[in-house]
């Protein structure tokens, strides 16, 4: 089992930063893919960064591009999201994810289904 729990939300004006942290825990085979997806009230959920634990590469949707690092510290089964520049339209409820490797789907990939997802940290910017 694998269990995943959000920290770091708030409040912060328009250009402002925060970084978000997920603490992990259980197998890390079953978090091979990790990511970073958001939901704003009436909107679609989003996935926003990925991060594939063994290898560190990355991925970045295009609206969080140049603006977000996804990190993680093993050490610390901890997976981070740095955003700056924050804009009123990244305001969302913000959620952790993770999922074993799929043949075929990558991380990133639309398709792949994340099997463990955090309780979410809500993220406010504000104009």
């Known amino acids: 089992q694998v269990q995943l729990a959000e920290s770091g939300g708030g409040a912060v004006q328009t250009g402002g930063s925060l970084r978000l942290s997920c603490a992990a825990s259980g197998d890390t085979v079953r978090r091979s893919c990790m990511g970073w997806f958001r939901q704003a009230p009436g909107k679609e959920r989003e996935g926003v960064a990925f991060l594939y634990r063994g290898s560190s590469s990355t991925y970045y949707a295009d609206s969080m591009k140049g603006r977000a690092t996804v990190s993680q510290d093993n050490d610390k089964n901890t997976l981070y999201l740095q955003m700056n520049s924050l804009k009123p339209e990244d305001t969302a409820l913000y959620y952790c994810?993770?999922?074993?490797?799929?043949?075929?789907?990558?991380?990133?990939?639309?398709?792949?289904?994340?099997?463990?997802w955090g309780q979410g940290t809500q993220v406010t910017v504000s104009s």
């Open positions: 994810a993770a999922g074993p490797p799929s043949l075929g789907k990558g991380c990133e990939d639309p398709r792949y289904k994340y099997a463990y």
